[in-house]
């Protein structure tokens, strides 16, 4: 299994700021997944991180309001740009174990945002 | 139009009585599900899965079946502890890595 680690657990943001959450895993990992997950809804892909590469984003999503970055192949970063209210959610970093061959995903343990 | 459905946000059952978690999907070229089960301040944590070409997969307390033809799957928890306390969601994949989740239910076991 991954172990995945989050900063910051959670933070209290002033609208039109930005701010970048950091995800470190304890393995080498050819993907790592953002996700969020806002008030009574479900989790949903926000983008692909790939090392080397620029990273996919899902429908709804795009890089200047949620540039990632991926140096290597243990962390990413996700930037949350220009805020508002609207993006109050938890984000969460994930990696999926092809070792396991289960299409498991590990997720971390969550960035609880509040914006203001 | 969410793909993955799970209509009972919240849901109560007794120590040691059957918890079942339902979980609907509208797309047929799903072929692998999994369940998941999340904390509070704690990321989700991955439960049981099954693959399309299954209709049930056991693990411990913890069942899950797939019923196709009516694109449903349900989760089944045997007995139910307080520890399971938690919301679950249900996820779906086509193939890829790209999961689709459910809103979650809400499961209280009452002591």
């Known amino acids: 299994s991954a172990v995945i680690s989050q900063k910051p657990s959670r933070d209290i943001c002033q609208r039109g700021t930005s701010l970048t959450i950091q995800c470190q895993v304890d393995?080498?990992?050819?993907?790592m997944f953002w996700y969020r997950q806002q008030p009574g809804q479900s989790l949903t892909l926000i983008a692909t991180a790939n090392q080397g590469s620029e990273a996919t984003y899902e429908s709804g999503f795009v890089i200047d309001k949620f540039p990632i970055s991926r140096p290597n192949l243990t962390f990413s970063t996700l930037t949350v740009s220009n805020m508002s209210p609207e993006d109050s959610s938890i984000y969460l970093c994930?990696?999926?174990?092809?070792?396991?061959?289960?299409?498991?995903?590990?997720f971390g343990e969550g960035s609880r945002l509040t914006v203001l | 139009d969410q793909q993955v459905k799970q209509n009972s946000p919240s849901l109560s059952v007794q120590e040691g009585r059957i918890s079942i978690l339902n979980c609907d999907y509208t797309n047929s070229m799903f072929d692998y599900f999994l369940w998941y089960k999340k904390y509070p301040a704690e990321g989700p944590t991955f439960l049981i899965s099954?693959?399309?070409?299954?209709d049930k997969n056991e693990d411990g307390r913890f069942t899950v079946f797939l019923n196709k033809s009516a694109k449903h799957l349900s989760l089944h928890i045997v007995p139910s502890q307080p520890g399971d306390s938690a919301v679950y969601f249900c996820?779906?994949?086509?193939?890829?890595?790209?999961?689709?989740f459910g809103t979650g239910t809400r499961l209280k076991v009452l002591a």
């Open positions: 099954i693959s399309s070409i299954k």
């Open positions: 996820a779906a994949s086509e193939g890829t890595y790209k999961y689709i």
């Open positions: 994930s990696v999926e174990d092809r070792g396991l061959d289960t299409g498991e995903l590990f």
């Open positions: 393995s080498q990992v050819t993907m």
